[in-house]
């Protein structure tokens, strides 16, 4: 087992370097380290950053819901600034600052950058477009959809399941809901990895700024031609009178665009490499369908999507145990860390799809719980149960400590997942 590198100072005296290629491909052993020594470490992000790194599930869950923590980016980004790690990447983005800034700000404006009231009025308002039934009725859609998929890739021996599976049908669903047209799929695809990598680059900032002058331009059109679909939904949704502006639809499409698919992805890859890697669980699943359910959550708990919660600030100090963080500084909470914890869970490094009442975090908790969890859950039971069912000899074509993990500080996914079907 690789030997995390972890400084065994107290916690609070050094900033810790995670975040290299080690760590992307395997996590969990440093994860276990962290959560052993302490609740909370100072950890630097990929682009610079500083961020107490919470790794206890009792803790995770607490924080989700503490008042005492924030959402609210248009308060955070002004500490940005005095919580560099990097004093050279300090004083890029101070030079930076005011001529142009590190995301579109068109994008930020979502009710999961926001507190109460403006979080209620905003969810409240996308509820009305993102309902049960809506999900409900897509069910006959996805399946067919995924029938298609998959006759596609029949006569063959080896795919690479992202490219053929993976992506293209929480992908699809999601250009369904908003009205995306398919031709747009493959620069939708390259700005949403750049968006979601965590790195800050010339090329994400760019990609920021795409994403928004093509989503006011859907939205206009959708203005002029309105259609059965959730962006529709989202112009015309009112509650006493209020509804979206401008800035808060542009916000809330690419909330719903970037967040409606790539966790999903990830849930799809993850969860077949679990079943290809645990044989007694996959022969479980063959023999009672029933599981299906229960395993898609501990998929969800073994290995979150998203491995990170998206950022968090202090409002006044916390005190996690011996750890004292002060006001005005970031929070990550780690959903995988938490999703392993032993106080929690039983031999939680093991895929078990008869675990009772795991209770993850892979959604996160509160008000901020994640409002496609049932629609992920949807196409994961759709996609998951439809691939082994037809492919039943279905086997990884790499080995296991071969695979390529996406580079994100956020997200938990596979770059490629090469199959052999037969």
Request: a negative charge.
């Amino acid at each position: 087992m690789r030997e995390p590198h972890v400084a065994s100072a107290a916690p609070t005296s050094k900033i810790l370097e995670l975040f290299d290629s080690d760590f992307i491909s395997d996590p969990h052993p440093t994860l276990a380290k962290l959560r052993e020594e302490s609740p909370a470490h100072l950890v630097a992000t990929p682009n610079g950053l500083k961020t107490w790194l919470v790794t206890r599930y009792e803790d995770a869950k607490a924080l989700l819901t503490d008042p005492r923590v924030s959402k609210d980016m248009r308060v955070g980004y002004g500490l940005v600034p005095q919580n560099f790690a990097d004093p050279e990447k300090q004083a890029h983005f101070q030079a930076q600052r005011g001529t142009r800034k590190q995301f579109a700000t068109e994008l930020s404006t979502t009710m999961l950058d926001s507190d109460p009231p403006d979080h209620t009025r905003l969810r409240k308002l996308v509820a009305k477009a993102f309902t049960m039934r809506q999900v409900e009725a897509l069910r006959p859609r996805i399946t067919e959809l995924v029938t298609e998929l998959l006759d596609a890739i029949e006569d063959r021996d080896e795919v690479d399941l992202m490219d053929a599976l993976s992506f293209p049908v929480p992908f699809t669903v999601i250009c369904w809901l908003l009205g995306v047209p398919p031709e747009d799929r493959d620069k939708f695809r390259r700005w949403s990895n750049l968006l979601t990598s965590g790195q800050g680059s010339e090329e994400a900032l760019d990609a920021s700024q795409d994403m928004v002058g093509y989503l006011r331009a859907l939205i206009a059109d959708k203005r002029e031609n309105p259609a059965d679909d959730m962006l529709t939904a989202l112009i015309e949704a009112t509650d006493e009178g209020e509804k979206l502006d401008e800035i808060e639809l542009i916000s809330m499409a690419f909330l719903l665009l970037v967040a409606g698919h790539e966790t999903t992805v990830n849930l799809l890859n993850t969860g077949t490499l679990a079943l290809l890697t645990n044989p007694d669980q996959r022969a479980l699943l063959a023999a009672d369908a029933g599981l299906w359910d229960s395993a898609i959550d501990e998929f969800l708990r073994i290995d979150a999507p998203l491995a990170n919660a998206t950022w968090r600030f202090t409002l006044e100090p916390i005190r996690l145990g011996d750890v004292l963080i002060p006001k005005g500084e970031f929070i990550t909470i780690s959903l995988s860390a938490a999703g392993r914890d032993p106080k929690r869970y039983t031999d939680p490094d093991r895929v078990d799809i008869t675990r009772k009442n795991s209770g993850h975090l892979a959604f996160g908790h509160g008000i901020h719980h994640c409002i496609g969890a049932p629609l992920a859950r949807l196409e994961g039971r759709i996609v998951l149960g439809e691939l082994f069912r037809r492919f039943p000899r279905l086997s990884l074509a790499t080995p296991k400590d071969e695979l390529s993990w996406r580079p994100s500080f956020n997200l938990r996914g596979l770059a490629s997942l090469p199959v052999r079907l037969r």
